[in-house]
Nanobody, 121 residues
Framework: QVQLVESGGGLVQAGGSLRLSCEASGRIFNIRTMGWYRQAPGKQRELVASLHSGGSPNYADSVKGRFDISRDVAKNTVYLQMNSLKPEDTAVYYC???????????????WGQGTLVTVSS
C-alpha cells in the first residue's frame, strides 16, 4: 500500500506564511505527478498546484506569485510554500499523487488525509 502523510497546517495571520509537506510511503516504484488541492467549507475541492516529474509547476490563478510548489524526488516528498496568505486561502489542503507501486501494472491516484490551514484577518 502507498499512503500520503501531510504536515505543516495551522493558524496564521493574513500576510503570513506556512509550509506544507507531504511524504509518500510504501512500495513505490515511481510517482509521476504530486500536487496540492484544497477544499473550503461549502465549496468544491480545487487544484492549488501540481508538479510533474521533469515538468514545470502548474498553479491556480488565485495563488500565482504567492505559493511555490517543489519536490524532493528521492524522498517522494512534495512541499507547498505559501506566502502572503489571505483569509480566502482558508481550507483543508490535500496532497495528491499519481503513483505506480513495485510490481504494479498501472498508475493510480492517491490522496492524503488533509491538513487544515486557517488564515485570520
Amino acid at each position: 500500500q502507498v499512503q500520503l502523510v501531510e504536515s505543516g497546517g495551522g493558524l496564521v495571520q493574513a500576510g503570513g506564511s506556512l509550509r506544507l509537506s507531504c511524504e509518500a510511503s510504501g512500495r513505490i516504484f515511481n510517482i509521476r505527478t504530486m500536487g496540492w488541492y484544497r477544499q473550503a467549507p461549502g465549496k468544491q475541492r480545487e487544484l492549488v498546484a501540481s508538479l510533474h516529474s521533469g515538468g514545470s509547476p502548474n498553479y491556480a490563478d488565485s495563488v500565482k506569485g504567492r505559493f511555490d510548489i517543489s519536490r524532493d524526488v528521492a524522498k517522494n516528498t512534495v512541499y507547498l510554500q505559501m506566502n502572503s496568505l489571505k483569509p480566502e486561502d482558508t481550507a483543508v489542503y490535500y496532497c495528491n499523487a499519481d503513483a505506480l507501486t513495485v510490481g504494479g501494472l498501472k498508475y493510480f491516484e492517491i490522496w492524503g488525509q488533509g491538513t487544515l490551514v486557517t488564515v485570520s484577518s
